[in-house]
């Protein structure tokens, strides 16, 4: 079954203690992106990777990392995590060369509660 | 002001009745218009796409585009309760860059009463 996994689905920690959300696919998609969700804001991107050793900042990438050593991984890193960043985390993922129609893959979410 | 408009709800309607979902944005150079389903603990997953004016149709469901106006809709006829979901305008300019990136609403949250 194609999929985009995250791990863990819910995540309750304290301010500066490192953490990482992990992201797979088995789609062999080039393009991966990670967005946060928070209410009234809908989705915002964080970063994207068009392939593997490509990464490039989203519109709200501040205290976050993320890495592409592999094509189907694609971690989100919080080094030093502050409650700010508690929100709703998605992963998806595109084949390259997509077109204008094709739907992004989205993982099931990841809730983060940096308290 | 937002790029994308989109009441949050939450909508709630009977079951039979005729939905109307809508979103307003600001740029004119806007393209191609997406509806996203986000069942609860669940990620976004597209419903409908649009290129430019007109409408577009799929079964029960109808997307519009209104250009003139800056306005999308999403129409959805016979409405049943598992269409209770938030839904999600989304919209992209061209060219198609290296980044498909999307500039998404903020969800309107609908409620199908059996």
């Known amino acids: 079954e194609a999929q985009v996994t995250q791990n863990p689905r819910y995540l309750i920690t304290v301010t500066g203690k490192k953490l990482t959300v992990t992201c797979s696919q088995n789609?062999?998609?080039?393009?991966m992106s990670w967005y946060r969700q928070d209410p009234g804001l809908g989705l915002r991107q964080i970063y994207y990777s068009m392939n593997v050793e490509v990464t490039d900042k989203g519109d709200v990438p501040e205290g976050y990392k993320v890495s592409r050593k592999e094509k189907r991984n694609f971690p989100l890193i919080l080094e030093s995590p502050s409650p700010n960043q508690t929100s709703l985390y998605f992963c998806?993922?595109?084949?390259?060369?997509?077109?204008?129609?094709?739907?992004?893959?989205f993982g099931d979410g990841t809730r983060l509660s940096i308290l | 002001q937002k790029e994308v408009e989109q009441d949050p709800g939450p909508l709630s309607v009977p079951e039979g009745a005729i939905v109307s979902l809508n979103c307003t944005y600001s740029?004119?150079?806007?393209?191609?218009f997406m509806w996203y389903r986000q069942y609860s603990r669940k990620g976004p997953e597209l419903l409908m796409y649009?290129?430019s004016s007109g409408n577009k149709e799929d079964g029960r469901f109808t997307a519009q585009v209104d250009k003139s106006s800056k306005y999308i809709s999403l129409f959805i006829r016979d409405s049943q309760p598992s269409d209770s979901a938030t839904y999600l305008c989304a919209m992209r300019i061209l060219p198609m860059d290296s980044n498909y990136q999307l500039i998404w609403g903020a969800g309107t949250k609908l409620i199908i009463k059996p």
């Open positions: 740029n004119s150079a806007f393209q191609y």
């Open positions: 789609m062999n998609h080039e393009y």
């Open positions: 649009t290129y």
């Open positions: 998806a993922s595109l084949p390259s060369g997509t077109r204008h129609g094709q739907p992004q893959h």
